[in-house]
């Protein structure tokens, strides 16, 4: 390229010019990525506030808010809930569009099934509270290193990533497009810890160290499960594709069972019985009876 040539402003700008005809014309082409409807997608950021929110709405006692300032603790509560239901509206019915069920729905109707499913979530929101809170009685218990719950509550990312996926499975049993994989992909990135909203996961989950972990949309796990940093719950092949949509491709995991770091544990049909423990590296594709022991064995 002539640099010297490029200095002259009009022949820069010709150029410039050219360069985003270049770029606009590629739009023309029909492919999923050229698409430009933005209005019709949710707003990642105004997903991640709600996330924000509702974490504050779930712990009152320990999320400082900066926008909303009252000396009533119940009023600073009710401001945030309502802040949230409103957005929260907004953002379904947004989602809405990527609904096979809401295809050629109008306004309307996006409106009132948004608002339906909102407020369904929030009356979950009392049971989201009562598992959350067993899984910080499960972080405090399982965690000499533990001081505190409060300790627990602003510091573990293992605590932060269950509190949300929490969150993102109840909208996930609503059927919420998009909304509830965004949130919890906002918890992957802050935590490391990668849940799918559709994994169904009992009371009193530990999450230890945390980083690593995966743990696939049709995973079962049971209480008091500990699950320790680098564990993969996953499925046993993906190639078939859209083909496996809706069957059961990842394991079961039953009560009282501990993971020790890097394990991966895979199939739909593999089931690890309960009261067992599953050392660190192991490799399972087959399910393992209750009370089993499972460990590498040394070179």
């Not at 739009?27 to 999923?32: A, C």
């Not at 009023?75 to 809405?96: G, L, P, S, W």
């Not at 020790?260 to 590296?281: K, Q, R």
């Amino acid at each position: 390229m002539d640099y010297k040539k490029n200095s002259n402003s009009e022949e820069l700008k010709n150029e410039i010019k050219n360069i985003v005809d270049l770029i606009l014309s590629d739009y023309e082409n029909g492919r999923d990525v050229d698409q430009m409807d933005v209005f019709n997608q949710p707003d990642r950021d105004a997903v991640k506030d709600i996330v924000i929110k509702l974490i504050r709405i779930i712990y009152p006692g320990y999320y400082r808010d900066k926008v909303y300032k009252s000396y009533n603790d119940t009023n600073r509560i009710a401001i945030v809930i309502e802040d949230v239901i409103y957005n929260m509206q907004k953002q379904i019915a947004i989602a809405f569009h990527h609904s096979p069920e809401y295809k050629n729905a109008s306004d309307e109707t996006l409106d009132c099934g948004s608002r339906c499913i909102t407020h369904e979530f929030f009356k979950q929101l009392p049971k989201i509270r009562e598992y959350v809170d067993t899984d910080l009685q499960a972080c405090y218990e399982g965690d000499p290193a533990a001081y505190s719950k409060g300790e627990i509550i602003l510091s573990y990312p293992g605590l932060l990533a269950t509190t949300i996926n929490r969150i993102a499975h109840e909208l996930y049993l609503l059927k919420v497009p998009l909304i509830p994989r965004m949130m919890t992909e906002y918890a992957h990135s802050k935590t490391g810890i990668d849940i799918h909203p559709g994994a169904t996961i009992g009371k009193y989950l530990m999450i230890d160290h945390g980083t690593g972990i995966v743990i696939g949309e049709t995973s079962i796990i049971g209480e008091h499960v500990k699950i320790y940093q680098g564990v993969t719950i996953g499925g046993l092949s993906t190639r078939g594709g859209q083909a496996l949509k809706g069957v059961k491709r990842h394991p079961t995991i039953e009560d009282n069972v501990t993971i020790y770091a890097g394990a991966s544990i895979l199939g739909g049909e593999t089931v690890i019985g309960e009261g067992s423990v599953i050392g660190a590296n192991a490799f399972i594709t087959a399910s393992v009876p209750a009370g089993s022991r499972i460990s590498m064995k040394n070179q």
